[in-house]
């Protein structure tokens, strides 16, 4: 629900509250007022009568207005009361409201009982005509009300929606900052401020985050590098024995691993800190045939079939590193993963680009594929091979998928 | 040849001067930038293998420094960074090679000699050894008169053999030098016995003796022992 939404039906919620009390309130008010008026009209109107009738006039009756008795016993005491009843209009027919005086007094040793009646407005049409009049103004309030609102939400509101457009399109590895909406809003100026500050310690940590892996890298390659070339120099001494020999190797293994892994992890660095930029428009084509020839000894040793389908001339826009990682390591997997007298199948369009290979089936679910450090069952891998694909498609805005579909291992382009 | 070794880590540029000089150069190891601009200004040498990352200063300020020699020497540079742009500056700087660490001895030592062919000799050198010679501009061999036919890996790798002879050389420094970062999709290195199978027949047939020693799990060795 809007905010709006919500505010305005607060407000109805209350204001018609407020209008049923002000109209009971009223209704209760007038009443009163009335009923004094009468009340006092009556009064004046008795002492008239008692007045006329001293002086010996005569006073005609006016039913149901006026009723002047002659009681037939003395009264033993005067009295005077004053009441609202209820009496059939000789006229219309309908009962209607009145103010009776009942006065009983003597006047001129005569005892008298004079009835003075005024007529009401009636309850119900009074209760009609404010409830209605009170009804229109509350219309014609929510009616305002809801034109504020609305208008003012989109002014008022506008500098939020500008911060949020800023959130929405914050990217940890971008450097767009917000840019200040300029309003005068307390509330607002406060919230944008934050969120510089939040976007700005978030992107400072995870530059010193990245750094920090880039500077290990660069911190291991030394040490490896001397490990490598110990090994190497120990590896020339004549008199080790078969025992040495093996451990040597087994050490000399796993430092290269090492270094791999520690290679591709600073690749994939300098790819998330885009230094990859120099951008060239290259056919596809051409690099993938330059790196088949680059692979064919690797292909013939393994005694794969290669089958190439060029649909259309692709042409990508990119840094010439990156694609030439990026179709290495499709390559690359789909003749390491291959199987002995597999094939592999080389699909270009003009917006698709499908490696597929025969293979074993794979020990990890193709959700994971393109995770870090997913290495399967195999080893030797640094596993971080799709992983740097998906980073280059992520940088470049292409879409790689992976499909395991008929013991064949599909990775699909979409550029 | 006369080789200036600039690199900080000592431990490294010890095996550097090791390696080297066991090939029959004269190698002098400098561990900081101080020392290395020191040893230029008042030596010659054939060759410099150059590290960039110097705790006193930046190695490619010193190939400023090597172009006033006449002639000058022949730059390898060695460094961790396997920055595009580092290698630019230093190629562009008059460096002749690059080589990124970590890195095999028997890589630098290949590097570092054929630097010095093209240097000293315009790199019309042949290589004896015994009865083999090989041309390295032409790209050719010969036992005795005849002559073998080597694809082009099967004459690198000769080539590499001869010019490490007597040392064990793993099957990933081989690989490395053959098919370099592409070595690392292959998997594994079955396919580097075919190459050595098939320069080994080549050669025996061409009359020579077969000088590829296997070195049980490791690699192999060129050796006439």
């Not at chain 1, 004549?238 to 520690?262: F, G, H, I």
């Not at chain 1, 690797?298 to 840094?319: C, G, M, P, Q, R």
Request: proline share 3%; aromatic share 8%.
């Amino acid at each position: 629900m809007k905010l709006l939404r919500k505010t305005i039906g607060y407000q109805l919620l209350l204001t018609t509250l407020f209008f049923v009390l002000a109209g009971f309130a009223l209704f209760r008010m007038i009443n009163g007022i009335e009923n004094e008026e009468v009340d006092e009209n009556l009064t004046a109107m008795q002492m008239n009568i008692e007045l006329q009738l001293k002086k010996g006039m005569t006073v005609s009756d006016a039913p149901p207005l006026l009723i002047l008795h002659r009681l037939e016993s003395p009264l033993t005491k005067e009295s005077m009361r004053i009441q609202t009843v209820r009496l059939p209009d000789p006229i219309e027919g309908d009962k209607e409201s009145y103010r009776q005086l009942t006065s009983r007094t003597t006047i001129n040793g005569i005892p008298y009982e004079i009835i003075i009646r005024s007529l009401l407005v009636e309850n119900r049409d009074m209760v009609i005509a404010i409830s209605s009049s009170i009804g229109l103004v509350l219309l014609l309030l929510l009616a305002a009300l809801l034109l504020m609102n609305y208008f003012m939400s989109k002014r008022l509101w506008a500098p939020f929606y500008h911060t949020l457009g800023h959130l929405k399109q914050f990217r940890l590895s971008g450097s767009k900052q917000p840019q200040p909406s300029g309003t005068d809003i307390l509330e607002f100026r406060e919230l944008e401020n934050a969120i510089t500050e939040l976007t700005n310690k978030v992107r400072s940590d995870y530059q010193a985050l990245k750094s920090f892996t880039e500077n290990a890298s660069h911190e291991i390659q030394t040490p490896l590098a001397i490990i490598l070339s110990k090994l190497e120099m120990l590896l020339q001494s004549k008199d080790l024995s078969p025992e040495q020999s093996k451990l040597v190797q087994s050490a000399y293994r796993n430092a290269r691993r090492l270094s791999q892994t520690n290679r591709s992890m600073v690749t994939l660095t300098r790819i998330e800190n885009r230094q990859f930029n120099q951008n060239q428009s290259l056919k596809v084509s051409n690099i993938l045939d330059e790196l088949l020839e680059q692979l064919e000894d690797f292909i013939t040793s393994k005694k794969l079939t290669v089958k190439k389908t060029y649909a259309a001339e692709a042409v990508w826009h990119i840094d010439p590193d990156l694609a030439h990682i990026l179709l290495s390591n499709l390559l690359g997997n789909a003749v390491r993963h291959n199987i002995e007298g597999g094939n592999i199948q080389i699909q270009l369009e003009e917006h698709k680009l499908q490696i597929s290979n025969s293979g074993k089936t794979p020990s990890l679910p193709a959700e994971k594929m393109f995770d870090r450090f997913q290495t399967g069952s195999e080893t030797g891998n640094t596993g971080l091979g799709l992983a740097i694909v998906k980073e280059i498609g992520a940088v470049t805005g292409m879409t790689v998928n992976y499909d395991y579909t008929d013991n064949n291992h599909i990775l699909t382009v979409l550029f | 040849m006369k080789i200036l070794i600039v690199e900080d880590e000592q431990s490294l540029a010890d095996d550097l001067v090791t390696y080297l000089a066991s090939e029959g150069n004269i190698c002098e190891p400098a561990y900081d930038y101080f020392t290395a601009e020191d040893k230029l200004a008042a030596f010659h040498y054939d060759i410099v293998l150059l590290d960039i990352n110097l705790p006193d200063g930046n190695g490619l300020q010193l190939l400023h420094q090597m172009r006033e020699h006449e002639p000058p020497p022949g730059v390898l540079i060695i460094s961790a960074r396997d920055s595009l742009d580092d290698k630019l500056k230093g190629l562009d700087l008059g460096a002749d090679d690059y080589l990124t660490k970590p890195f095999h001895l028997a890589e630098v030592n290949a590097r570092v000699k054929a630097l010095g062919r093209r240097r000293l000799f315009g790199g019309k050198t042949e290589i004896r050894y015994h009865e083999i010679s090989i041309d390295p501009e032409s790209g050719t061999a010969r036992v005795n008169e005849q002559q073998p036919e080597l694809t082009r890996k099967e004459f690198a790798l000769l080539q590499y053999f001869v010019t490490n002879q007597n040392r064990v050389m793993t099957k990933e420094a081989i690989a490395e030098h053959l098919w370099g970062d592409y070595m690392e999709m292959a998997g594994n290195f079955d396919f580097i016995y075919t190459h050595i199978k098939n320069l080994r027949r080549k050669l025996t047939d061409a009359g020579a003796n077969d000088y590829i020693r296997t070195v049980y799990g490791m690699g192999y060795k060129w050796s006439d022992e």
